[in-house]
């Protein structure tokens, strides 16, 4: 009986020898890819403010008179030539007047004096015909000859004074011209510094934006100021508003303020759209895009704690083994590789798998989206 129990014990042991020597393990299916080509597009993001293309300063040159009333207010627009404010202009009328009342009375006289000459060279001309025939004396001939140089010279002073009292009453009127301040351009109000009852001094009274357009004026650093160029395209922001414009950069100013080493871009817009003066905003602008020559999912680089970066390749015979790799860039999920991958190496798609180093696996080959 012992022989019995000891024979059946022993055939089921090789029974289940057999079966273990029998079954095999299957290998993990992993997805793999190859790295590949790709384009990489950048965009900058700038911060800045909305400002007048061309601000013009409206000032006056009569310094010292009052300000009677202010016509416009900021935010207004305006035509060329249309009146934003009178200044004081009695002096000035009562000076146009008086030289109109001078040119009135010298214009009178030289009527008179030519008028005189008339006569005197009649005169004259008679004392000539008498002095050849000895019937007038030398003295009177020669007394009737200095009268008509006499009214001569005084219509030549007459027109003189005439021609000057003439340029009196042009700068006169120009004076009084001025006393109504006039916008030089059409455009936005953008700034109002004139207050009725105050006297003019030399700062601007009003800044107009000419023809109302507006620019985002924003900063840039000078790794940024190199990647810019006119022309680019944006996408402009309003802080805080869903708004959105579209634009290019109209201007990259030359040089840097000394003092943030940040300088200055416009961007003008080019779509028709109501931006506020003084407003934030932001302009996206896409730069060229940039060529790689490999690229890998970011999800197959495994990050190392000593700042090593590695990739799990998969040899000939699909074994595992790590690769120490350099990257550049990121972007959508994507990373460029710039050292340490060959264009036929299968990397594993995921590096957090549940594989090691020296496992061999069943590859399933697929592609990444770019």
């Given at each position: 009986m012992r022989n019995l129990i000891t024979f059946l014990t022993l055939f089921l042991a090789?029974?289940?020898?057999?079966?273990?020597?029998?079954?095999e393990q299957p290998l993990a299916k992993i997805n793999v890819v190859k790295a590949k080509s790709v384009e990489f597009t950048k965009s900058l993001r700038l911060y800045g403010t909305f400002k007048a293309r061309d601000d013009v300063a409206v000032a006056s040159s009569l310094q010292g008179m009052q300000i009677l009333s202010v016509e416009v207010e900021a935010g207004e627009n305006v035509k060329v030539g249309q009146i934003l404010a009178y200044l004081e202009n009695v002096g000035?009328?009562?000076?146009?007047?008086?030289?109109?009342?001078?040119?009135?009375?010298l214009e009178a006289e030289l009527t008179a004096q030519e008028a005189t000459l008339k006569e005197a060279l009649s005169t004259f001309e008679r004392y000539k015909i008498l002095q050849k025939n000895s019937a007038l004396s030398k003295q009177d001939y020669e007394a009737q000859e200095a009268k008509v140089?006499?009214?001569?010279?005084?219509?030549?002073?007459?027109?003189?004074?005439?021609?000057?009292?003439?340029?009196?009453i042009e700068n006169s009127a120009h004076q009084l011209n001025k006393t109504e301040l006039k916008a030089p351009v059409s455009g936005l109000i953008t700034k109002k510094s004139a207050v009725a009852g105050a006297l003019v001094n030399s700062d601007a009274l009003f800044n107009i934006a000419k023809d109302s357009i507006l620019e985002l004026e924003v900063e840039a650093d000078t790794n940024e100021i190199t990647l810019l160029k006119p022309n680019q395209k944006a996408l402009i922001n309003l802080t805080n508003s869903q708004l959105t414009f579209d634009g290019k950069i109209r201007l990259i100013?030359?040089?840097?303020?000394?003092?943030?080493?940040?300088?200055?871009?416009?961007?003008?817009?080019?779509s028709k759209q109501n931006a506020t003066l003084g407003s934030y905003a932001s302009a996206v602008i896409n730069l060229p895009a940039r060529a790689l020559k490999f690229a890998l999912p970011l999800s197959a680089v495994s990050f190392e704690t000593n700042g090593t970066k590695r990739v799990s390749v998969l040899d000939e015979n699909n074994k595992v083994y790590k690769k120490e790799i350099k990257t550049g860039e990121e972007q959508r999920g994507l990373v460029e590789i710039t050292n340490g991958i060959n264009a036929d190496d299968v990397v594993v798609f995921r590096a957090s798998a549940f594989i090691d180093e020296g496992d061999t696996v069943e590859p399933n080959l697929i592609e990444f989206k770019e």
């Open positions: 090789g029974c289940s020898i057999d079966k273990a020597e029998n079954t000035a009328r009562s000076e146009l007047e008086q030289n109109k009342a001078n040119l009135k009375r140089a006499t009214t001569r010279a005084n219509i030549k002073s007459a027109k003189a004074q005439i021609d000057q009292t003439k340029a009196a100013y030359p040089e840097l303020d000394p003092a943030t080493r940040l300088g200055k871009v416009r961007v003008k817009l080019t």
